[in-house]
């Protein structure tokens, strides 16, 4: 045998060895070899690897120490959404979900709950293909995350290769990356011996550990894994969630041993109670319990809100509460320009973290329960919440305590506050307010919203103090010599940040919308709302009431919107933001024609069409007619001779308009892209789609792609700008050579979608 076969298979056989040492160490707990032996062996396997960089294999063991350190990670698109959960405190929600359940899968289904402990860390899903590890991916917004492979190889109860003979074709096991309270606990009292601030709490943590662009710190973190859900599963079938957890535990995974189904819901509350008593002893920390159907189909046929799936719940454990001396009261000064009283508190241990800082929510509720510097206050804190002060112990009281006044100016610039129109909330009225800019920039430049890589709260400091950043826009000016004179920002990271910001001008109107002050426009909503506008132009016009009733707007947030959007200095901030090329419009068009969800009534008799030629053509466009005028109606096609319709419409403000307007209407849902909007990253280009894509189907492709700007058409030709080629390309990729059209894989599409 040649030498290099030798080579060849001896390192099969020891990242074999490895591989099942790691597992029986890690995940069964029941190693066969000292600590000695593995040394030995692993040695060897690194010396093999590093003789034979030919044969090199990003699945093998000895990548479990990390590699290289990245530049950036990579953003790729979940083959499925990852939804977050629904959650709740309260047994009496508990039992509600169970009746929603019942009542959607109707009275002859049957079915139980799987339930398992809510361990707190990080979601992340690993995607197998034929058995091999190819992407670890965090949650991020639930439709793109962070691909963080090369840091999930580093987590030794993550198989890199799924322990069976014949692994599916695609199997995306979802689950929560954590850090054991031991392992927390002995990086903490490493870093306070080094003269460092210890880590809050075990989830900070491990999210912050994720991040790292160097695999090999991540590696020494000692992360773990345990499976909580399905992604994509291609080649392999699961009746219920259990059945998918035994499979994952004989791939390889390590499984929870509190799993438990359960008949029905008293009994799910019966686990509930009695995990409770048990989670303290647990060696990781949980906040409460996943209440789920455990049959798939049936979870299938929930379906899910916008936010979270119907079938799942999360239930949990209620807050924590601690005593402590509040120090003093800092006025923090918010991005829509709100004072806010913020506590300092003798730090306290709470919920598993020290807390410090609690919020004290605003100066009426301050007055209202009468806290004072210097009080013993009950602080409270219950999962994400952030802490905040519940209430004060006048018992406890010295005589030495001080009230807490609000503040008559902005404590950044000085201006007198003013009171917001039917709020408690103080604010700073000053438009050029530096710390309300500050904070401006600062959610803006976030990850949430437009994810701006490098551009963090020092620097955001600077450019405002340094005047070269007025506003939002004037990010989109900046040029390299006016950061090089900065503190610690040399040519390179000047670049890095100019590339950074200019890259977030494609990030579509819903990050857009969370990322701009508006008062209480959240992210799901601000999501939800440029899913259904898909124009900003839809929104700078728009009444509260028509917020309210076409995007489905609570009342609150319509008013809130319209205003905001009717204020002449944000519109120019608008125009602003897309005359230099920010996107304005969102990635995902409504799915059929431009009237898409748009209802309509047609009455009396219309000069050039009949009645039935007006319904086929909204069709058509995406929208629907019904025959009855209601709340639900968005438009009256009324002709000559209307009748009750006519007046009903006008009594529920429904808008009226003639054939003329609905032949407008009929033209602009043909072109929705016509209006002036900012052009997407692909726009012009044109791409052909050929073979399978790992990760969608054509007609998704196509859609994206249409969505970002570009056009698809069905024939290489010259005019093919991209030839997108997934398994089995067949004639066109020949042609698309031959032509010198540039052919991409999947991977180079999504950054292209991307914009980088
Ligand atoms: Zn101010």
Redesign the pocket.
Known sequence: MAPQLDAAEELRRLREEVARHDYLYYVLAEPEISDAEYDRLFRRLKELEEAHPELYDPNSPVHRVGGAPLDAFRSVVHARRMLSLDNTYERGELLEFDRRVRKALGPGASFRYAVDPKIDGCACSLRYEEGRLVLAATRGDGVRGDDITQNARTIRDVPLRLRTKRPPQVLEVRGEVFMDKETFAAINARRVAEGEEPFMNPRNTTAGTLKLLDSRLVAARKLRFIPHGLGEVVGTAFATYTEFLDRCSVYGFRRSEHVRRCADIEEVWEFVEDFERLRDGLPYEVDGVVVRVDELELLERLGATSHHPRGMIAFKYAAEQAITRLNEVEVS?GKTGTLTPVAHLEPVRLAGTTVSRASLHNFEEVARKDIRIGDQVVVEKAGEIIPYVVRSLPERRTGSERPIAPPER?P??G?PVRKREGEVAIV?P?RS?P??LRKVIRYYASRRAMDIDGLGEKLIDQLVDTGLVRSLGDLYRLRLEDLVGLERMGKRSGQKLLAAIERSKTRGLGRLLNALPIPHLGRSNGMDLARKAGRIEALLNASAEELERRYKLGPVVSADVAAWFADPENRALIEDLRSVGVRTDEERPPAAGGLAGKVFVITGTLPRRSREACKQAIEAAGGKVTSQVSRKTDYLVAGEKPGSKLAKAQALGVRIIDEDALDRLLAEADRPDAVGTAPGPLAGKVFVVTGTLARRSREEAKQAIEAAGGKVSSQVSRKTDYLVAGEKPGSKLAKAQALGVRVIDEEAFDRLLAGD
Do not use: G, W
Request: charged fraction near 10%.
């Open positions: 000064v902005c950044a610039c201006t700073c000053n307010c710390e309300v």
